[in-house]
């Protein structure tokens, strides 16, 4: 039942209008109550020098508490209208918490870190499990319970292969959802897809413009830390590895190279 005129309902669809009626019914309702507000303080400030003051206090506290909780539900009422939960209907079958992908202008599917044509364009968490065709409220934005997690507080919360994870070293591709601000609450907010291991490059030339990861960098760089570790010289290809070797000076006339592969050792420049 809607509390107060005039009345405030959730928005059903992704239909602009009607979001844009709920924000003006909350807006108008907000002015109310300000001036409600306005009108107690002022009643409290006469009393208080009165007969009685002490009960007039009180009613008016009481009436003061009402209204901010019902303040609290209008503003849970104008997120919700702002577009932190829409409704869609779902593609293949999804559990609650799942995160989701756009479908159609009115489906949402799973999303799949390994699939480039399920990690773009991130709506949030299914809040409700559905079939095919079925109704799926999801969450955008904002703080959400996660129903048995054990998160590390203040540590991101990325898209995972069966669902939620903060370690999501075995994937393709990671996709941030939030952060986890307790063990079982997650403050969603959807970021882009970030390739985390090399082998997509050659794969798919769609990953090309997508961010890469410091996982990413440290692996494609780790031979260049190994290289500068090895003692100084001139650098040769042995095998798959790069390695230095010593240059030693020879004598004569004419350059001649021993060894000059470098699989036996540091090739030997001479002058014959």
Do not use: H
Not at 23 to 42: C, K, M, N, Q, Y
Not at 99 to 127: E, Q
Not at 183 to 195: F, H, I, N, R, T
Request: with cysteine; charged share 20%; hydrophobic share 45%.
């Amino acid at each position: 039942m809607a509390l107060g005129k005039p009345a405030v309902t959730t928005p059903r669809t992704l239909d602009l209008r009607s979001i844009q009626l709920a924000i003006d019914s909350i807006r108008e309702r907000l002015t109310a109550l300000d001036a409600a507000v306005s009108r107690g303080e002022r009643t409290v400030a006469a009393a208080s020098s009165g007969a009685g003051a002490g009960a007039t206090t009180a009613q008016l506290s009481a009436a003061l508490r009402a209204l901010t909780d019902r303040v609290a539900r209008l503003e849970a009422l104008a997120i919700a209208a702002g577009g932190d939960v829409i409704e869609l209907l779902a593609e293949e079958l999804i559990a609650i918490y799942d995160p989701v992908v756009p479908g159609s202008v009115t489906t949402c599917a799973l999303l799949d870190p390994n699939d480039p044509m399920r990690r773009s364009a991130v709506l949030g968490l299914a809040l409700n499990a559905a079939g095919p065709g079925e109704p799926v409220r999801v969450r955008q934005r904002g703080p959400q319970t996660i129903s048995g997690a054990s998160f590390e507080p203040g540590l991101p919360v990325f898209a995972g292969l069966g669902g939620l994870t903060q370690y999501p070293a075995y994937l393709d591709a990671v996709v941030p959802l939030g952060v986890a601000v307790s063990s079982s609450d997650v403050w969603v907010s959807v970021g882009g897809a970030a390739l985390l291991v090399p082998p997509v490059y050659a794969s798919d030339p769609r990953d090309d413009a997508l961010p890469v990861t410091w996982g990413l960098l440290r692996d494609k760089l780790g031979w260049l830390e190994d290289l500068l570790a090895e003692p100084d010289g001139f650098v040769v290809k042995v095998g798959d590895t790069l390695q230095t070797r010593v240059l030693v000076a020879g004598s004569g006339t004419g350059i001649v190279i021993d060894d000059g592969d470098g699989v036996g050792g540091d090739p030997l420049f001479s002058l014959g």
